[in-house]
């Protein structure tokens, strides 16, 4: 294996791309080729600068580490939108293409085998695949959704090079298969809701069941049997808004059973 030596690392995956028939994820693939040698380009990155590897739904691509990410980063989020809106104008709603990116920095080894090796080209991918990222996705009016590693973030973003504003970049704490990852989301932050930023529900520390709201903090006003039946559903994980008849019950925690 060689040397590891640092890289740009830019991904792009087409959303919903295992949805389409044969000949849409045909169109899709020439579509996502077009669009990635259209930014490189723009970003005055030539062939000889970059290596791709195809993952089918997606692309890889290395760049050479003196390649200024700066631009690299300014024509992502101006050229990409821009592309994908004048291709999907012309295209039927069943071929229509929207993508996720991520832009990373890292060392990366090429084997024998032209395969890649590294920790931090692992990590980009994971990115990619982040749940948060592809609901930023789905959020997004412009089919495009880029988040950036905590590299290319405190190299490049926090300084605020022409065409890059770093409050446009919101931190995200996406979970993996390997743990917590760190990364910085452009654009508008996600819908508010009552859940972090892994996706999972926000945990009420008085609870003493870790969710919903303790008995002793409900409100005071009296409660039908239903209410009631309610309440202990959301305490309890017991189906909520069911009347289970008298509600005068201990909880054992070590079986999670009802003590009639």
Known sequence: MN?????????????????????????????????ADQTLDAAGIGSGQRRRADRGDSVMELIDANAPVSV?????????????????????????????????TGYVAIDAHDGWVGSDLNHA?????????????????????LCVSDSVHQGIVRHGH???QPEDFHHITPESKNGVLSAWL????????????????????????????????????????????????????????????????SFDRRTGKDQR
């Open 3 to 35: 040397t590891p030596v640092n890289h740009t690392i830019l991904l792009l995956d087409i959303e919903r791309y295992s949805d389409r028939d044969d000949i849409e994820q045909a169109f899709l693939r020439r579509m996502l080729y077009n669009i």
């Open 72 to 104: 690299l980063l300014r024509t992502l989020l101006t050229e990409v939108p821009i592309q994908l809106r004048e291709t999907n104008r012309l295209a039927a709603s069943s071929a229509q293409i929207r993508l996720r990116a991520v832009l990373a």
């Open 162 to 164: 022409p065409g890059i």
């Open 125 to 145: 991918c994971r990115l990619l695949d982040a749940k948060l990222l592809r609901e930023a996705l789905r959020e997004r009016s412009d089919d495009f959704a």
């Open 186 to 249: 452009y654009g508008s932050a996600l819908s508010a809701r009552p859940e972090n930023e892994s996706g999972k529900e926000t945990p009420n520390p008085a609870s003493p069941v870790g969710g919903g709201v303790p008995l002793e903090e409900s409100p005071a006003e009296p409660h039908s049997p239903a209410a009631s039946a309610q309440i202990m559903g959301d305490q309890f994980g017991v189906a909520g808004g069911t009347n289970h008849g008298d509600l005068n019950f």
